[in-house]
């Protein structure tokens, strides 16, 4: 019985956290080591991708396609936030998407060659598309409450590649794009 109802509570304040489209990290992700990723959404109809690709002896290749389409209320309020130490002292590659609202695409992209061929530009990111119908029921604002924010002290002392995407609103599109090419 005591399982149910701690059950009920947690199922009560999860729906709450994603009436209100809020996203906040806390003091995560410290002393992080190798490869992380992180994708945190609240809101409807998010897109989000973190892709790492490593190749020896040819061309490393990273191909993120996302679609989306929907209507959207321009009046919803959104807030993402990174708090407190989030993220310190780390040493590797990260990389954080964030997103409130609706209908938002976000992408951090690593790509690394070693002794490649020959490298032709890579275009991939410019493959999302967004087709966001804004819709107004004339009886709200016509934009709502957009925050975004980040400590001060989060990721202080990390190293390495630390990629962050964070968006907060209605048909934001964000990308992270790194190539290194050794020879």
């Not at 919803?76 to 954080?96: M, P, R, Y």
């Not at 002794?115 to 009886?139: C, E, F, H, R, Y």
Request: proline share 2%.
């Amino acid at each position: 019985m005591m399982k149910r109802i701690l059950l009920t509570i947690a199922l009560l304040g999860s729906a709450s956290a994603m009436a209100d489209n809020t996203a906040v990290i806390n003091n995560s992700g410290q002393h992080y080591e190798g490869v992380l990723s992180i994708n945190q959404a609240a809101g409807n109809q998010q897109q989000m991708s973190n892709s790492r690709a490593i190749a020896l002896d040819g061309q490393a290749r990273n191909v993120n396609i996302q679609r989306l389409d929907g209507n959207v209320d321009p009046s919803l309020s959104a807030k993402v936030a990174i708090q407190g130490a989030s993220f310190i002292n780390g040493n590797g590659v990260l990389g954080v998407n964030q997103s409130a609202g609706a209908n938002n695409q976000s992408i951090n992209a690593v790509r690394i060659s070693l002794n490649p061929g020959p490298q032709s530009i890579d275009d991939s990111v410019l493959l999302q598309q967004n087709t966001t119908q804004l819709t107004d029921s004339g009886l709200t604002s016509t934009t709502g409450s957009r925050q975004v924010a980040t400590s001060d002290q989060a990721f202080t002392g990390s190293r390495g590649v630390i990629q962050v995407n964070q968006s907060a609103g209605v048909g934001n599109r964000v990308a992270n794009t790194l190539g290194i090419t050794i020879k």
